[in-house]
Protein backbone atom coordinates (compact mmCIF):
# COMPACT_ATOMS: atom_id res chain seq x y z
CA UNK A 1 0.00 0.00 0.00
CA UNK A 2 0.97 3.35 -1.25
CA UNK A 3 2.52 6.11 1.75
CA UNK A 4 -0.18 8.61 1.14
CA UNK A 5 -1.62 10.40 4.00
CA UNK A 6 -4.11 13.13 3.85
CA UNK A 7 -4.16 14.32 0.40
CA UNK A 8 -5.54 17.12 -1.39
CA UNK A 9 -6.90 16.99 -4.83
CA UNK A 10 -5.12 20.01 -6.79
CA UNK A 11 -7.46 20.74 -9.88
CA UNK A 12 -6.10 22.82 -11.84
CA UNK A 13 -7.50 24.30 -15.59
CA UNK A 14 -4.84 25.88 -17.25
CA UNK A 15 -2.87 26.13 -20.23
CA UNK A 16 0.17 24.46 -21.14
CA UNK A 17 1.38 27.35 -23.39
CA UNK A 18 -0.97 30.17 -22.69
CA UNK A 19 -0.45 32.13 -25.72
CA UNK A 20 -1.03 29.22 -27.55
CA UNK A 21 -4.43 28.79 -26.19
CA UNK A 22 -4.11 25.31 -25.70
CA UNK A 23 -6.31 24.11 -22.76
CA UNK A 24 -5.23 21.41 -20.14
CA UNK A 25 -6.80 19.62 -17.43
CA UNK A 26 -4.02 18.62 -14.77
CA UNK A 27 -5.06 16.90 -12.13
CA UNK A 28 -2.74 15.52 -8.79
CA UNK A 29 -2.97 14.89 -5.39
CA UNK A 30 -0.28 15.83 -2.37
CA UNK A 31 -0.09 16.36 1.39
CA UNK A 32 -2.72 19.18 2.76
CA UNK A 33 -1.71 21.67 4.80
CA UNK A 34 -4.27 23.78 4.96
CA UNK A 35 -5.34 25.87 1.91
CA UNK A 36 -2.40 27.25 -0.35
CA UNK A 37 -2.37 29.19 -3.17
CA UNK A 38 -1.63 27.74 -6.28
CA UNK A 39 -0.02 28.99 -9.79
CA UNK A 40 0.47 28.11 -13.09
CA UNK A 41 2.21 30.80 -15.35
CA UNK A 42 4.63 31.57 -18.26
CA UNK A 43 6.45 34.35 -18.89
CA UNK A 44 7.93 35.31 -22.39
CA UNK A 45 9.45 38.29 -24.43
CA UNK A 46 6.45 37.91 -27.01
CA UNK A 47 3.74 37.62 -24.93
CA UNK A 48 4.78 38.65 -21.73
CA UNK A 49 3.57 37.04 -18.41
CA UNK A 50 0.21 34.97 -18.34
CA UNK A 51 -1.16 33.45 -14.69
CA UNK A 52 -3.68 31.03 -13.63
CA UNK A 53 -4.83 31.42 -9.77
CA UNK A 54 -6.67 29.50 -7.54
CA UNK A 55 -6.29 27.49 -4.80
CA UNK A 56 -5.77 24.05 -3.39
CA UNK A 57 -8.90 21.85 -2.59
CA UNK A 58 -9.49 20.25 0.93
CA UNK A 59 -9.70 16.15 1.27
CA UNK A 60 -13.22 16.57 2.98
CA UNK A 61 -14.60 18.62 0.39
CA UNK A 62 -13.86 17.65 -2.78
CA UNK A 63 -16.32 19.27 -5.01
CA UNK A 64 -15.53 22.68 -3.45
CA UNK A 65 -14.61 25.65 -6.20
CA UNK A 66 -11.02 26.29 -6.45
CA UNK A 67 -12.13 29.96 -7.15
CA UNK A 68 -9.92 32.41 -4.93
CA UNK A 69 -11.10 35.52 -4.38
CA UNK A 70 -9.48 39.05 -5.86
CA UNK A 71 -5.92 37.68 -5.08
CA UNK A 72 -3.62 40.24 -6.25
CA UNK A 73 -0.93 39.73 -8.50
CA UNK A 74 2.45 41.22 -9.18
CA UNK A 75 5.55 40.50 -11.32
CA UNK A 76 8.68 41.38 -10.15
CA UNK A 77 12.08 42.27 -12.09
CA UNK A 78 15.31 41.69 -10.03
CA UNK A 79 13.39 40.99 -7.05
CA UNK A 80 11.88 44.07 -7.04
CA UNK A 81 7.84 45.21 -8.22
CA UNK A 82 7.44 45.98 -11.97
CA UNK A 83 3.62 45.92 -12.60
CA UNK A 84 0.44 44.54 -11.36
CA UNK A 85 -1.35 42.24 -13.76
CA UNK A 86 -4.84 42.56 -14.37
CA UNK A 87 -7.88 39.80 -14.45
CA UNK A 88 -8.64 38.53 -17.94
CA UNK A 89 -11.28 36.91 -16.61
CA UNK A 90 -11.27 32.32 -15.44
CA UNK A 91 -8.82 33.15 -12.59
CA UNK A 92 -6.41 34.59 -15.39
CA UNK A 93 -3.98 37.32 -15.21
CA UNK A 94 -2.08 39.04 -17.66
CA UNK A 95 0.45 41.58 -18.05
CA UNK A 96 -0.04 44.60 -19.87
CA UNK A 97 0.53 44.80 -23.74
CA UNK A 98 3.54 46.21 -25.00
CA UNK A 99 5.05 45.11 -21.66
CA UNK A 100 8.97 45.56 -22.41
CA UNK A 101 11.18 42.06 -20.66
CA UNK A 102 14.70 42.33 -20.63
CA UNK A 103 16.81 38.83 -21.76
CA UNK A 104 19.58 39.74 -19.05
CA UNK A 105 17.01 40.12 -15.65
CA UNK A 106 14.81 37.72 -13.67
CA UNK A 107 11.27 37.77 -13.09
CA UNK A 108 9.23 36.42 -10.92
CA UNK A 109 5.25 36.64 -9.67
CA UNK A 110 4.16 37.64 -6.46
CA UNK A 111 0.73 36.94 -5.25
CA UNK A 112 -1.27 37.97 -2.40
CA UNK A 113 -4.95 37.40 -1.02
CA UNK A 114 -6.52 37.75 2.17
CA UNK A 115 -6.77 34.99 4.05
CA UNK A 116 -4.10 33.02 2.82
CA UNK A 117 -0.18 32.75 2.79
CA UNK A 118 1.35 34.98 0.53
CA UNK A 119 3.34 32.90 -2.11
CA UNK A 120 6.19 34.32 -4.94
CA UNK A 121 8.19 32.10 -7.14
CA UNK A 122 11.71 31.32 -8.01
CA UNK A 123 12.92 34.28 -10.18
CA UNK A 124 13.36 32.73 -13.96
CA UNK A 125 15.36 33.44 -16.69
CA UNK A 126 14.26 34.18 -20.03
CA UNK A 127 14.81 31.29 -22.31
CA UNK A 128 16.69 31.05 -25.77
CA UNK A 129 15.10 31.32 -28.77
CA UNK A 130 15.86 28.25 -31.39
CA UNK A 131 14.74 28.43 -34.89
CA UNK A 132 13.96 25.70 -36.95
CA UNK A 133 16.10 25.92 -40.54
CA UNK A 134 15.13 22.79 -42.23
CA UNK A 135 11.89 20.67 -43.15
CA UNK A 136 11.34 18.19 -45.74
CA UNK A 137 9.44 14.95 -46.04
CA UNK A 138 11.08 11.82 -44.78
CA UNK A 139 8.17 9.24 -45.29
CA UNK A 140 4.89 8.73 -46.83
CA UNK A 141 1.75 6.46 -45.99
CA UNK A 142 -0.49 6.81 -48.90
CA UNK A 143 -2.90 3.99 -47.84
CA UNK A 144 -3.38 6.06 -44.17
CA UNK A 145 -3.06 9.36 -46.42
CA UNK A 146 -0.15 11.20 -43.83
CA UNK A 147 3.47 11.54 -44.00
CA UNK A 148 6.41 12.31 -42.09
CA UNK A 149 8.58 15.40 -41.40
CA UNK A 150 12.26 15.67 -40.24
CA UNK A 151 12.78 19.24 -39.11
CA UNK A 152 16.51 20.23 -38.20
CA UNK A 153 17.35 23.44 -36.00
CA UNK A 154 20.80 24.48 -34.79
CA UNK A 155 21.11 24.14 -30.95
CA UNK A 156 23.12 27.32 -29.11
CA UNK A 157 25.79 26.11 -27.10
CA UNK A 158 26.98 26.05 -24.67
CA UNK A 159 23.86 26.47 -23.17
CA UNK A 160 21.10 24.29 -21.51
CA UNK A 161 18.05 24.05 -23.43
CA UNK A 162 14.74 22.13 -23.30
CA UNK A 163 12.21 22.39 -25.98
CA UNK A 164 9.13 20.80 -27.46
CA UNK A 165 7.59 21.54 -30.49
CA UNK A 166 3.91 20.71 -32.16
CA UNK A 167 2.35 21.22 -35.51
CA UNK A 168 -0.53 23.52 -36.83
CA UNK A 169 -2.58 21.68 -39.85
CA UNK A 170 -4.25 23.32 -42.53
CA UNK A 171 -6.47 22.20 -45.19
CA UNK A 172 -7.21 22.92 -48.98
CA UNK A 173 -10.31 24.49 -49.26
CA UNK A 174 -11.67 24.34 -45.85
CA UNK A 175 -11.31 28.05 -44.80
CA UNK A 176 -10.42 28.43 -40.90
CA UNK A 177 -9.86 24.66 -40.33
CA UNK A 178 -6.56 23.24 -38.97
CA UNK A 179 -6.01 20.95 -35.99
CA UNK A 180 -3.75 21.42 -33.82
CA UNK A 181 -1.26 18.97 -32.08
CA UNK A 182 1.47 18.89 -29.48
CA UNK A 183 4.05 16.03 -29.74
CA UNK A 184 4.50 14.77 -26.18
CA UNK A 185 3.54 17.65 -24.20
CA UNK A 186 5.24 16.62 -20.79
CA UNK A 187 7.91 14.93 -22.80
CA UNK A 188 10.21 17.87 -22.60
CA UNK A 189 13.26 17.57 -24.88
CA UNK A 190 16.83 18.64 -23.66
CA UNK A 191 19.44 19.38 -25.70
CA UNK A 192 22.40 17.57 -23.60
CA UNK A 193 20.40 14.11 -24.24
CA UNK A 194 21.82 14.58 -28.37
CA UNK A 195 25.48 16.01 -27.86
CA UNK A 196 24.81 17.69 -31.37
CA UNK A 197 24.63 20.88 -32.40
CA UNK A 198 22.38 20.21 -35.05
CA UNK A 199 19.34 18.24 -34.05
CA UNK A 200 16.74 16.72 -36.13
CA UNK A 201 13.24 15.03 -35.12
CA UNK A 202 10.78 13.49 -37.08
CA UNK A 203 6.80 14.78 -36.53
CA UNK A 204 4.20 12.31 -37.91
CA UNK A 205 1.29 14.33 -40.19
CA UNK A 206 -2.13 13.04 -40.05
CA UNK A 207 -4.94 13.73 -41.83
CA UNK A 208 -7.87 14.57 -38.99
CA UNK A 209 -10.62 15.28 -41.83
CA UNK A 210 -13.62 12.47 -41.48
CA UNK A 211 -13.10 9.77 -44.50
CA UNK A 212 -17.01 10.66 -45.47
CA UNK A 213 -15.71 14.45 -46.03
CA UNK A 214 -13.99 16.10 -49.19
CA UNK A 215 -10.18 15.93 -48.33
CA UNK A 216 -8.20 17.51 -51.14
CA UNK A 217 -5.00 18.04 -49.02
CA UNK A 218 -2.48 19.65 -46.96
CA UNK A 219 -2.35 23.56 -48.17
CA UNK A 220 -0.11 23.80 -45.26
CA UNK A 221 2.12 22.75 -42.11
CA UNK A 222 3.20 25.03 -39.54
CA UNK A 223 5.61 23.47 -37.03
CA UNK A 224 5.89 25.81 -33.62
CA UNK A 225 9.19 25.43 -31.70
CA UNK A 226 8.88 25.92 -27.73
CA UNK A 227 12.06 26.86 -25.77
CA UNK A 228 11.33 26.54 -22.35
CA UNK A 229 12.87 27.11 -18.52
CA UNK A 230 14.79 24.03 -16.84
CA UNK A 231 11.92 24.79 -14.47
CA UNK A 232 9.38 23.60 -16.92
CA UNK A 233 11.04 20.85 -17.54
CA UNK A 234 11.82 19.71 -14.18
CA UNK A 235 7.64 19.70 -13.64
CA UNK A 236 6.64 18.22 -17.02
CA UNK A 237 8.99 15.19 -15.54
CA UNK A 238 8.05 15.07 -12.30
CA UNK A 239 4.63 14.75 -13.72
CA UNK A 240 5.43 12.10 -15.81
CA UNK A 241 7.03 10.17 -12.51
CA UNK A 242 4.21 11.20 -10.47
CA UNK A 243 1.57 9.56 -12.98
CA UNK A 244 3.64 6.42 -13.30
CA UNK A 245 4.56 5.93 -9.91
CA UNK A 246 0.66 6.39 -8.65
CA UNK A 247 -0.33 3.97 -10.81
CA UNK A 248 2.33 1.18 -10.35
CA UNK A 249 1.60 -1.68 -8.66
CA UNK A 250 5.17 -2.65 -8.11
CA UNK A 251 6.34 0.52 -5.92
CA UNK A 252 5.62 2.16 -2.42
CA UNK A 253 7.02 5.59 -3.18
CA UNK A 254 4.48 8.28 -4.51
CA UNK A 255 7.15 10.75 -6.99
CA UNK A 256 5.53 14.46 -5.72
CA UNK A 257 5.06 16.98 -8.58
CA UNK A 258 7.72 19.63 -8.65
CA UNK A 259 6.99 23.67 -7.30
CA UNK A 260 8.84 26.56 -7.33
CA UNK A 261 6.31 28.17 -5.62
CA UNK A 262 7.08 29.32 -2.10
CA UNK A 263 4.43 28.69 0.67
CA UNK A 264 2.15 27.52 -2.08
CA UNK A 265 1.66 24.90 -5.15
CA UNK A 266 2.79 25.14 -8.46
CA UNK A 267 5.10 26.78 -11.48
CA UNK A 268 6.07 29.85 -13.19
CA UNK A 269 8.33 29.47 -16.04
CA UNK A 270 9.75 31.23 -18.75
CA UNK A 271 9.08 30.52 -22.82
CA UNK A 272 9.83 31.30 -25.92
CA UNK A 273 7.95 30.22 -29.50
CA UNK A 274 9.18 30.36 -33.06
CA UNK A 275 7.51 29.04 -36.18
CA UNK A 276 8.21 27.37 -39.87
CA UNK A 277 5.61 27.14 -42.48
CA UNK A 278 6.06 23.88 -44.67
CA UNK A 279 3.61 23.96 -47.81
CA UNK A 280 3.89 20.11 -49.18
CA UNK A 281 4.20 19.80 -52.82
CA UNK A 282 1.22 18.80 -54.75
CA UNK A 283 2.69 15.15 -55.67
CA UNK A 284 2.30 14.25 -52.02
CA UNK A 285 -0.91 15.67 -51.84
CA UNK A 286 -2.03 13.57 -54.75
CA UNK A 287 -0.60 10.37 -53.25
CA UNK A 288 -2.66 11.53 -50.11
CA UNK A 289 -5.85 11.62 -51.38
CA UNK A 290 -5.22 7.79 -52.43
Keep these: ?28 ETFYGGDKIVVHGFISVDSGAHIIVKKTIPPDKPNESDYID ?22 KFISPVGLKLSEIKSYSIHVDC ?101 FTGFDSIQIELVTVSKDYYTYAMSAVYYDGSKNSEFTEYVYPIFSNIENGVGFFVSYESTFYTFFPPDSIEEMSKQ
Design 70 to 91: NPSVWLYEKNEPLVQLTNSGAS
Design 1 to 28: MKNIYVIVLVFISTSLFMGCGLESEIDY
Design 114 to 214: EGYESVHSVPQQLVNKLFIDTVYISSTDTQHRRYCLTLKFDDIFPEENYFMYKTHTYYKGIDGYHSTEFISPFSVKKDSDYNSKKLAFEVEIRNHIPEEED
